[in-house]
């Protein structure tokens, strides 16, 4: 009986050295697992060596306007760097802000936005290669492009840079950053890159079918750029759903990111109009551009206000859509920018932009997060989703609004197909072609990618640090008191008429989180 007591604690004994030791081994797996397979910054270092290597073999400065035999004369720089700074701006500044609204994501926001732009930048370049020198200053010519290449790279092989290649890899970071506002807070960054280096190069093919090879006009891109940036976000998401994404505590703002919202919402709003002038060709098309995206931003904001607190449950402002749903204008105009000949078509486009994003935050979001499990961090369906979708249509009641004549030299910069005999319902079917097929293949690509970043050997996020730095960025000593303090007080229904013992409850979460930070 003795033997047999010895026996069985010898077996409790090993299986207990057992499990400690499988323990072991899985949490080495683990640790290897975060930090060789696609999670090391090896990776990306690799990466960006291949790009500097295809920068030297195959980019080279614009012979017309970089290289020291170049003229001197600085109009070209002078016309279009204004243009190219305010979409900087937006992009840098303006969309990183937008973006830091979560209450414990604020690093990781505005600085995985500068890292995405970046890495756009380089990729977009090699994948564009557009605009060949000898066509950038003719209003009357159509840049010219083979495969994802300038015709530039298709007779030298290099590719010519200058401020319209930057310009366009804006544009193009601009798509990025716009899927990157569906998923913030649900990608590891090794997942933000993965995503980036698969959707350039389907956004800078579709842009090239749509728009050389259906000669759709979208000046302001908000077809091939928000579209396309919206739906990929959204299919993405879709695929990578998971039940600890949605009503997760860290998914929430406070007070101060909200107002950091509020100031990238500001930059956005003053410099859109030179997102969607900097395509135009002719002067009087930049010039109507930028007054028609004002305008437009102008009603959004307007009807923002006012419809806001109509349908709000509280009857009161929310900071979600003044800080989104104002600028929805700027994207509902974009692809007309350059069309619209009449004020008011501005104005009340801007004001049924702003109107259908409230409404999309207000009733559409949650439905679709309760009926189809699709979670939207920022809520970019209703931003540039919806708004986008609205311009397509309004760009095809565009193309049979107003007869070419009027349109006089600017004809062949704005639709370039009717120059070669194509009828104004011609165009409006080719707008609503263009924007069907960006609608496809930004769905159908992003659904893909997202099945892709599922894949266990790239680096996800823990469940329970969805929306929060804390697993890749040092953070500092406030880091968990500033932020769950406002998660303990909403937790304890902390409200006015309990003044009596509010400084008890208060000091009790104070001590709270204090115990949890020590």
Same mark, same amino acid.
């Given at each position: 009986?003795?033997?047999?007591?010895?026996?069985?604690?010898?077996?409790? !004994?090993?299986?207990?050295?057992?499990?400690?030791?499988?323990?072991?081994?899985?949490?080495?797996?683990?640790?290897?697992?975060?930090?060789?397979?696609?999670?090391?910054?090896?990776?990306?270092?690799?990466?960006?060596?291949?790009?500097? /290597?295809?920068?030297?073999?195959?980019?080279?400065?614009?012979?017309?306007?970089?290289?020291?035999?170049?003229?001197?004369?600085?109009?070209?720089?002078?016309?279009?760097?204004?243009?190219?700074?305010?979409?900087?701006?937006?992009?840098?500044?303006?969309?990183?802000?937008?973006?830091?609204?979560?209450?414990?994501?604020?690093?990781?926001?505005?600085?995985?936005?500068?890292?995405?732009?970046?890495?756009?930048?380089?990729?977009?370049?090699?994948?564009?290669?557009?605009?060949?020198?000898?066509?950038?200053?003719?209003?009357?010519?159509?840049?010219?492009?083979?495969?994802?290449?300038?015709?530039?790279?298709?007779?030298?092989?290099?590719?010519?840079?200058?401020?319209?290649?930057?310009?366009?890899?804006?544009?193009?970071?601009?798509?990025?950053?716009?899927?990157?506002?569906?998923?913030?807070?649900?990608?590891?960054?090794?997942?933000?890159?993965?995503?980036?280096?698969?959707?350039?190069?389907?956004?800078?093919?579709?842009?090239?079918?749509?728009?050389?090879t259906f000669q759709i006009n979208d000046a302001g891109g908000s077809i091939v750029v928000h579209v396309f940036g919206a739906y990929f976000g959204i299919a993405l998401s879709l695929a990578f759903s998971r039940?600890?994404?949605?009503?997760?505590?860290?998914?929430?703002?406070?007070?101060?990111?909200?107002?950091?919202?509020?100031?990238?919402?500001?930059?956005?709003?003053?410099?859109?109009?030179?997102?969607?002038?900097?395509?135009?060709?002719?002067?009087?098309?930049?010039?109507?551009?930028?007054?028609?995206?004002?305008?437009?931003?102008?009603?959004?904001?307007?009807?923002?206000?006012? *419809?806001?607190?109509?349908?709000?449950?509280?009857?009161?402002?929310?900071?979600?859509?003044?800080?989104?749903?104002?600028?929805?204008?700027?994207?509902a105009i974009g692809t007309c920018a350059n069309v619209v000949l009449d004020p008011i078509l501005s104005l009340a486009l801007g004001s049924i932009a702003g109107v259908i994003s409230v409404l999309g935050y207000?009733?559409?979001?949650?439905?679709?997060?309760?009926?189809?499990?699709?979670?939207?961090?920022?809520?970019?369906?209703?931003?540039?989703?919806?708004?986008?979708?609205?311009?397509?249509?309004?760009?095809? &009641?565009?193309?049979?609004?107003?007869?070419? %004549? !009027?349109?006089?030299?600017?004809?062949?910069?704005?639709?370039?197909?009717?120059?070669?005999?194509?009828?104004?319902?011609?165009?409006?079917?080719?707008?609503?072609?263009?924007?069907?097929? &960006?609608?496809?293949?930004?769905?159908?690509?992003?659904?893909?990618?997202?099945?892709?970043?599922?894949?266990?050997?790239?680096?996800?996020?823990?469940? %329970?640090?969805?929306?929060?730095?804390?697993?890749?960025?040092?953070?500092?000593?406030?880091?968990?008191?500033?932020?769950?303090?406002?998660?303990?007080?909403?937790?304890?229904?902390?409200?006015? %008429?309990?003044?009596?013992?509010?400084?008890? /409850?208060?000091?009790?979460?104070?001590?709270?989180?204090?115990?949890? *930070?020590?």
């Amino acid at each position: 009986m003795f033997l047999k007591k010895v026996s069985t604690m010898r077996c409790f !004994r090993l299986d207990g050295i057992y499990s400690a030791i499988h323990q072991y081994q899985f949490t080495v797996l683990l640790t290897l697992h975060q930090n060789i397979f696609l999670n090391n910054p090896l990776i990306q270092l690799i990466v960006h060596i291949i790009f500097i /290597v295809l920068f030297g073999v195959y980019v080279s400065f614009d012979e017309l306007y970089a290289m020291p035999s170049a003229a001197n004369d600085n109009t070209y720089l002078t016309i279009k760097y204004p243009y190219y700074m305010g979409t900087h701006v937006m992009i840098f500044i303006g969309f990183a802000y937008l973006m830091a609204f979560l209450k414990r994501y604020g690093y990781s926001a505005i600085s995985i936005n500068m890292l995405l732009a970046c890495v756009t930048i380089e990729w977009a370049v090699l994948c564009r290669g557009i605009y060949p020198p000898d066509t950038v200053p003719k209003a009357s010519t159509r840049r010219k492009i083979s495969g994802f290449f300038s015709k530039s790279f298709a007779d030298t092989g290099t590719i010519s840079l200058n401020i319209d290649q930057l310009l366009h890899s804006d544009f193009s970071a601009a798509c990025i950053l716009i899927s990157m506002g569906v998923v913030l807070g649900k990608l590891s960054p090794i997942q933000y890159v993965i995503m980036t280096l698969i959707e350039i190069p389907a956004a800078a093919a579709t842009e090239h079918l749509v728009v050389d090879t259906f000669q759709i006009n979208d000046a302001g891109g908000s077809i091939v750029v928000h579209v396309f940036g919206a739906y990929f976000g959204i299919a993405l998401s879709l695929a990578f759903s998971r039940k600890a994404q949605r009503a997760h505590e860290h998914d929430g703002s406070i007070y101060h990111t909200d107002m950091f919202a509020m100031l990238g919402t500001l930059f956005i709003f003053v410099n859109w109009p030179s997102l969607n002038a900097a395509t135009a060709v002719t002067a009087e098309a930049h010039h109507r551009a930028i007054i028609n995206t004002h305008l437009s931003l102008v009603g959004c904001t307007v009807a923002t206000f006012l *419809v806001c607190p109509i349908f709000e449950p509280h009857k009161k402002f929310n900071m979600v859509q003044i800080a989104n749903s104002t600028i929805a204008g700027g994207v509902a105009i974009g692809t007309c920018a350059n069309v619209v000949l009449d004020p008011i078509l501005s104005l009340a486009l801007g004001s049924i932009a702003g109107v259908i994003s409230v409404l999309g935050y207000i009733y559409l979001t949650p439905y679709l997060s309760a009926r189809l499990r699709l979670h939207d961090t920022c809520g970019l369906h209703n931003l540039h989703g919806m708004p986008g979708i609205l311009a397509g249509l309004f760009s095809a &009641v565009m193309a049979v609004a107003y007869p070419k %004549e !009027r349109f006089g030299p600017s004809l062949a910069s704005i639709y370039p197909a009717m120059m070669e005999g194509q009828t104004e319902q011609g165009q409006a079917l080719m707008q609503l072609a263009g924007l069907g097929t &960006v609608l496809g293949i930004s769905i159908i690509i992003g659904a893909i990618t997202g099945i892709i970043l599922r894949c266990p050997l790239i680096n996800q996020v823990r469940d %329970e640090e969805y929306f929060a730095d804390g697993d890749y960025f040092h953070t500092p000593d406030d880091y968990e008191f500033t932020t769950k303090i406002s998660a303990m007080v909403r937790s304890h229904h902390f409200e006015k %008429e309990n003044a009596d013992n509010g400084s008890t /409850v208060v000091q009790r979460m104070i001590t709270e989180v204090a115990n949890g *930070v020590a």
